[in-house]
């Protein structure tokens, strides 16, 4: 399978390397060993593999704190959370990965 090297900002780096660690990803995580100088090498299931870690925490900062600030769970902190993730981590990402893949958001 062939691999490419792509330019993947540090922060994004630090972003799904924390999901990865927190959730358990060894996938990700093994992924993510490559990174070096603001760069990423991966495959074409390895950059669907980030879009579904992605997909997935996108999903979890809406399970656990609604947006909407009618919801009684509803909390500005969680708001904040789900803002910059969603809002700004995942576009970035998905711009960085998208570059070089063809890859299926859900």
Same mark, same amino acid.
């Given at each position: 399978?062939?691999?490419?090297?792509?330019?993947?900002?540090?922060?994004?780096?630090?972003?799904?390397?924390?999901?990865?660690?927190?959730?358990?990803?060894?996938?990700? #995580?093994?992924?993510? %060993?490559? =990174?070096?100088?603001?760069?990423?090498?991966?495959?074409?299931?390895? @950059?669907?593999?980030?879009? &579904?870690?992605?997909?997935?925490?996108?999903?979890? #900062?809406?399970?656990? %704190?609604? =947006?909407?600030?009618?919801?009684?769970?509803?909390?500005?902190?969680? @708001?904040?959370?789900?803002? &910059?993730?969603?809002?700004?981590?995942?576009?970035?990402?998905?711009?960085?990965?998208?570059?070089?893949?063809?890859?299926?958001?859900?």
């Amino acid at each position: 399978m062939e691999s490419k090297e792509i330019e993947f900002d540090s922060e994004l780096f630090k972003d799904l390397k924390k999901i990865a660690d927190r959730e358990g990803f060894q996938e990700c #995580l093994e992924i993510l %060993s490559t =990174y070096n100088n603001q760069k990423l090498t991966l495959s074409q299931d390895q @950059a669907q593999y980030l879009t &579904d870690v992605l997909g997935f925490e996108a999903t979890r #900062l809406s399970l656990k %704190s609604p =947006y909407s600030d009618e919801h009684p769970n509803y909390t500005e902190e969680g @708001a904040d959370e789900w803002a &910059d993730f969603c809002q700004s981590v995942v576009p970035h990402a998905m711009n960085c990965i998208k570059r070089y893949f063809d890859v299926e958001e859900e």
